[in-house]
């Protein structure tokens, strides 16, 4: 249902634009979240589209990721800017509709932040 693509290794301060193409659901009735999954640790939403375009974040990720959709290509994004070595991890997108977050994940995609 979930393709993530994009990610990489980049410098402290760099940046990377994710996407995430999603089939199977209906889009843009959808609210579109990102997850990352460090390792050791759990798999976390750090940044959340509603429908209607309303955006939350992760306080560790506000004001340097942006997500964003484009329903007519039924894919989602992840501006990413300023990256830190903390935000080294496995992204993934996932879905919402009715409340309930798909239990379906896709591959991932790595990005990884070092000197």
């Known amino acids: 249902q979930f393709v993530e693509s994009g990610g990489g290794s980049v410098q402290p301060g760099g940046s990377l634009r994710l996407s995430c193409v999603a089939s199977g659901i209906i889009f843009s009735d959808s609210t579109i979240g990102w997850y990352r999954q460090a390792p050791g640790k759990e798999r976390e939403l750090i940044a959340a589209i509603s429908a209607i375009n309303s955006t939350n974040y992760r306080p560790s990720v506000k004001g340097r990721f942006t997500i964003s959709r484009d329903n007519s290509k039924e894919t989602a994004y992840l501006q990413m800017r300023s990256l830190e070595p903390e935000d080294t991890a496995v992204y993934y997108c996932?879905?919402?509709?009715?409340?309930?977050?798909?239990?379906?994940w896709g591959q991932g995609t790595q990005v990884t932040v070092s000197r």
């Open positions: 996932n879905s919402k509709r009715d409340g309930m977050w798909s239990n379906s």
